[in-house]
């Protein structure tokens, strides 16, 4: 096997992991999405909204603060934020999981004069955090391969989706916490 051929076997391999880590947190998601409400959800279950805030939060400061560094020709530095990111933004889809795994589920008010606002950035952050996984997945491949060129292009979409999508998720946390019962 030439290098070659080995390069292209490892490329294939990890778009395909990617894929299937993608397809796999989606359908857990939506699986969740479907449970029915636990009997009895532990106290510091109800923990769990606050801290994916704070994840989607902090990990909204370490892409901007990433941003800034690759500007400043910072490889080091932007690429130890940007998996500082992933490991936030990991920890958050666990924590998330764990806390749908309850079944909760929270409305926001039908006759609230915000709910169609709500609706609409709640929306757009679910469909946009369903695309972003395999973006972001294979924006850090390509960085961590040094693929220089395609990271940058993939990067002009993933970037903005995914800091969308955290700044969103803070958002919809603001938005809908104070109608959490637990």
């Known amino acids: 096997m030439t290098l070659t051929d080995n390069l292209k076997s490892r490329e294939q391999f990890y778009k395909k992991l990617i894929w299937i880590i993608s397809i796999a947190v989606f359908a857990v998601v939506v699986i969740l999405s479907q449970l029915p409400k636990a009997e009895t959800i532990p106290a510091w279950a109800a923990l769990l909204p606050g801290l994916n805030a704070v994840l989607n939060g902090t990990t909204t400061i370490l892409l901007l603060v990433s941003l800034w560094f690759i500007k400043k020709k910072d490889v080091a530095m932007h690429k130890k934020l940007n998996l500082a990111a992933c490991v936030l933004s990991t920890v958050f889809l666990l924590s998330y999981v764990l806390f749908h795994a309850f079944g909760v589920e929270t409305r926001f008010p039908a006759e609230h004069p915000m709910r169609p606002m709500y609706l609409t950035i709640l929306s757009t952050h679910i469909v946009l955090a369903a695309i972003v996984l395999p973006l972001v997945l294979l924006s850090l ?42």
């Open 141 to 182: 491949y390509r960085g961590l391969v040094n693929q220089v060129s395609l990271h940058r292009k993939i990067v002009r979409w993933s970037y903005p989706i995914w800091l969308y999508v955290t700044i969103t998720g803070v958002i919809v946390y603001l938005m809908i916490s104070p109608y959490y019962k637990f």
